[in-house]
DNA sequence: CTGTTAGCGCATTCAA
DNA sequence: TTGAATGCGCTAACAG
């Protein structure tokens, strides 16, 4: 190895030896089959070029039409065939270092498991891989420094983009700095677009119209008679949370807690104990909605003939809860589609654009007419 | 190495050619060294070096300890305070390109919207991080080429591993190329894990045991005095699949569709119409299984007392179906944890090494003693 | 302990 | 059209 890079060197790019060069290995290659093994291993553009008996930039511009392209010389044959024997796969560390811009996009999410997220990333994987771009995701663990963390670091990797399929914050010191490393990344050229509104910052966003189906839920619930309507809400600081609570308006009554099944387990059972008198339940997420569904069965209430309960999502589950769950349904892998395909748009497209995405009403076995006491 | 011979002939007569070359690159770069701007926009090594006045070398050394490292020299502090005025994050690209190795590891599975994914993934990704790689997630959709492929793009990227959580398949002709696509990666000094094992090739692999989770699972029925007993099984080409019916033993009715819940659900339907006799089912996945019980409530057989049924896998939901579904269960997340750390191993562990991974049934209320008829 | 320098694999400008 | 040369940002010998 050593021997061969300090060769290398000596060889100190002689122009003519260049071209003899290649020549000379061609044969060489010819008379015996030894292989030319490059640090990595895989092989290069180099090998192939030489092995097509051809320049570098020949092969190059064949194999990924850098620059003008070369519909169909002889010579593109020939690179063709040397590539496909030499099973070439082009290296995207080197095509992202010189062309300054490699061919991934980022996908930072809160938490994998979370079917939410799960959905949002199969619709973006799906649009990604239509484009051959590759999609590297991470996921948070709801650790907002974390989300800063990748997103630098796909900056320095030259990402073309990343999606930020998490709600934003409405913490400002947070969202302050995260909002710094954004612009920091479109500066560079970089393209980053989220999944609902980011209000402090000036970036691509595909938004759910949360007013409008919270209003639709609560809407839902009153046209069945419901008039002590409970909550169970996650962190507020979640943008989503803020705007459904807006959307649901006033007059009831609100419990927070953790944004997971769990979380909606035990609010429910707080709420419930302490305003017996409820008679329907909004969850925030259909999360929350199944921990809600366990916790009002613990209690000994029927739903939906003691009480009825909403979710909001619509994830895959939902229709399996007993009682199957009303909900109100996000697109949400349509959502990720359209994400990525924000993230890919050509470069000049007039940029902060936003897609709203219309939100409706499941109506499923959970919900019923209030019973009268 | 046969291109180094030849360069070194063809040094012969190019070496004044070479000198010349050399010189006037240097002069070139001396004369104009206005601005260092670097094509990406980001900070590089570089300025940081300029800025702490000191080598390219030293300044690697400290922010990446490179080679020896640099405990606290004076220029140590300089160096990292450079660095951090100036916002410095290194370039993996680079890195990756010098290094001939990345520092992320890829992660492979079907469909990210699958539960059973989504676990393996997230504890996948949590071991990953703790140790500082990022993880590059690709969905197959199933598709055994689009495995292949993406594996060969792992590789040509330099990833340092690559995790495949995807149970392998039965058939040969794929089976066989991937196996060679596998082993070119480990040739090169990449390392590949599995989920579940893969009979053709010698990987690290991470295997739940599945023949014995089936054995648990019929016995627990047999206990209960069931006899006419049905399977729901996914594709058989599928390796778990066919190791859980291995399980499972003979004597059973079985009928195959998608590991979906769709497919369990379809599936269900058939065969409870075919055979009403029959007073247990086990469905070969969770999510075959919230579709047999979807199923046999429309056709109208009460889960437990009619019908018992039993899953694999235990998803997070299985808890929230109505009944609570018995399920071998799987620990998912831990799996996931020892794969990626089984990629992150020292290189020169044993190599081939294989986790056994003990399961254990689940009892819930989706099963009950059969029915008298 | 610190600086110099030769590449890593590829894209691309400039010549021919 | 095609080829030679240069550099992307960084690491790792190899001097000093």
Redesign the pocket.
């Known amino acids: 190895m050593?021997e061969?890079?300090?060769r290398?060197?000596?060889?100190a790019?002689?122009?003519a030896a260049?071209?003899t060069g290649?020549t000379a290995a061609a044969a060489a290659a010819g008379a015996a089959p030894a292989r030319i093994r490059?640090?990595?291993g895989?092989v290069?553009?180099?090998q192939v070029a030489a092995e097509a008996?051809?320049?570098?930039?020949?092969a190059?511009?064949v194999?990924?039409r850098?620059?003008?392209r070369?519909?169909r010389?002889?010579?593109?044959e020939r690179v063709q065939t040397a590539a496909e024997r030499l099973g070439?796969v082009?290296?995207p560390h080197?095509?992202a270092?010189?062309?300054?811009r490699s061919s991934t996009v980022g996908l930072i999410v809160h938490d994998v498991t979370d079917p939410y997220f799960a959905a949002i990333a199969t619709g973006a994987m799906h649009a990604a891989h239509a484009e051959g771009v590759m999609v590297m995701m991470a996921a948070t663990f709801r650790d907002p420094e974390l989300e800063i963390d990748y997103l630098s670091r796909l900056r320095a990797q030259g990402a073309r983009g990343v999606l930020l399929a998490g709600s934003g914050s409405t913490d400002a010191r947070v969202s302050g700095r995260l909002a710094e490393a954004i612009a920091a990344f479109t500066r560079e050229g970089g393209r980053v677009a989220a999944i609902g509104a980011r209000p402090d910052t000036h970036i691509d966003a595909v938004v759910p119209d949360n007013v409008a189906g919270a209003r639709q839920a609560r809407a839902h619930l009153e046209a069945l008679g419901h008039k002590r309507i409970g909550i169970i809400s996650g962190p507020e600081t979640l943008l989503t949370v803020s705007q459904r609570l807006a959307g649901l308006g006033d007059g009831l009554r609100i419990i927070a807690a953790d944004f997971t099944r769990e979380g909606g387990y035990q609010a429910a059972k707080k709420l419930l104990a302490a305003h017996p008198g409820l008679t329907a339940l909004i969850a925030l997420n259909d999360l929350m909605a199944a921990g809600v569904l366990a916790a009002a069965k613990d209690a000994g209430r029927k739903v939906p003939d003691d009480l009825s309960v909403i979710g909001f999502d619509d994830l895959p589950f939902a229709a399996d809860l007993s009682p199957a769950l009303t909900t109100v349904r996000l697109p949400l892998r349509h959502m990720g589609e359209r994400a990525m395909s924000l993230l890919l748009a050509d470069p000049d497209e007039p940029s902060p654009k936003t897609i709203d995405i219309p939100v409706d009403l499941v109506t499923r076995a959970s919900t019923a007419p209030a019973a009268r006491r």
Do not use: F
């Open positions: 050593d061969q890079r300090s290398g060197a000596g060889a790019n002689g122009s260049g071209a290649a490059p640090a990595t895989a290069t553009l180099k008996e051809v320049s570098l930039a020949t190059s511009r194999l990924h850098s620059g003008g070369e519909v010389g002889p010579l593109a070439y082009s290296n080197a095509q270092l010189a062309r300054a």
